[in-house]
């Protein structure tokens, strides 16, 4: 059997050989490389973003067709493909389409984890059955390939389960055994790589597999919640860079372009995320669960924290919001899980043509992804130019009539830009506080995501509206409907 | 050249170019440009293509590769399609 890297040798500085099909592949490959790039870049555009990924899925398909040109597979190499892409296509095709927008993020993370999962099983499979005349880049490539790939597999896959419900953070994570525990993992995939050399297919093959595995789950585990898009998109990183990896151990100079590609974009973002929840990757990598510290700092988040709470009903807010003429909404992940977007379009609907000036507050975090909530938003019709960023927004909530929070908690905290011994201060916050009234639409004094007590409940201007966000939604509707609110502007 | 030095420069020119194609990104996109890089990062179908290839015979290697295949496709197709749902979803006012 062959090994890989020689034949990248040739496929990398072979110069005098080139036939006629080996330069309708390289054009293919490069035409791929262009396409991925211009993907990548219109994905940042918001008018351009739709026909960019599909620019990129393209590109996609381009690299594979070259790749089978290049390199001829056998009837029963055929066979084998088209079992392989049948299930894969099929599984990703239902999964794509039955998904709800609510588990995006569970969902990225699941399909992480299988990209890595992939390059983890190439790695393993040269490493076991090609590594006989591999030379001394292939293995450390078959090395690198294994670590980052497992780490991307089972960290994935613990994020998917903490965001589903289906993981608690476990106590002993939080105490600094945790670190102990994953030193000893990262030392065991250390000796594994560097015993791999020496007996690929042996062994230390086994130890850095599992090692890598068990320290993916290791360090994901104590992250918490509020923390996981962090990382999630650090993750997606890392799939770029199994990728790449994965690109020395077979030899593909496009695989290793995409690769690079994506794991830069990922730490951007991951970078993007950081900033906007003033962590930094180190505090969230390594500071175990922002709630679980939050807890003994600020002396419980429980119901009980609280002393001047006001409520009242969804006819109150209604006569509010009537006589408003600017309206903010803040909305949360708890809106979503309400399924609550299209009651809450409608009645911004309703508010424009009684002449109310309407808005969203969009807090960079919102949901549990950044841009989360404006793809929520987007679901339920919401023109994108109503929904404003926090730095635009903030200035504008002292001439603001009516803020209501629904279903977001953490980021409209004050405390966060007052309260030093708060977890969350110096996390950027939309200051709803500024607003000359406040509703906050909650199920329950519960605390939120983070766990974190929220001063804003307790504030004069503020008053908690209890139920269902959906249900006070429709409340809030009939309610106005019932005032006559929109009928009139509209028959005039 | 070496294979090696050319593949490292590669390494290093795509990582350039990722930092700058991204730079600025509005807080609307940032899912879809993960999961739409996610995606892009399930190239590693070609790596799983080549591994089927190589195996000629050898029927573990086979099913190694066809797994992996699976996987990746799965990450890709999944990926660009409910990037493509989230994207289909963006519409300025006055759009219908």
Redesign the interface.
Known sequence: MTNFLLNAGNLFSDGNLLSHSKLLTDGIDLVAVLLLGLGIKGLSKVRSARGANQLAAVAMALAVLGLLIEIRPEPVAWLWIAAGSAAGGLAGLITAQRVPMTAMPEVVALFNGCGGLASLLVAVGVALFDSADADIVALVSIAISVFVGAITFTGSIVAMAKLQGWLNTPAWTQSSLRHGVNIALAVLALVGAVLLPGDPAGLPLWLLVIGSSLLGVGVTLPIGGADMPVVISLLNSYSGVAAAAAGFVVGSQLLIVAGAMVGAAGLILTQVMCTAMNRSLLSVLFGGALGASGATVGGGGSEAGYTRITSCSPEECAMALEQAERVVFVPGYGLAVAQAQHALRELSKLLENHGVEVSYAIHPVAGRMPGHMNVLLAEADVPYEQLVEMDTINPEFPRTDVVIVLGANDVVNPDAKSDPSSPLYGMPVLEVDQARQVFVVKRSLGAGYAGIANALFELPQTAMVFGDAKAVLNGLLSELRSMGVGKAKVAA | ????S??LW??????????E??????????????????????????????????????Q???????????????????????????????????DS
């Open positions: 050249m070496s294979g090696l050319q593949a590669v390494l290093l020119l795509g990582s350039l170019l990722g930092l194609l991204i730079g600025k990104v509005p807080p609307t996109l940032h899912t879809p440009l993960m999961s739409g890089a996610n995606a892009i990062s399930g190239i590693t179908v070609l790596a799983s293509l080549t591994l089927i290839q190589k195996a000629g015979d050898n573990a290697l086979l099913l190694i590769g066809a797994l992996s295949l699976g996987f990746a496709l799965f990450n890709v197709v999944g990926g660009f399609l409910v990037t493509d749902r989230m994207l289909a979803m963006f519409r300025r006012k006055g």
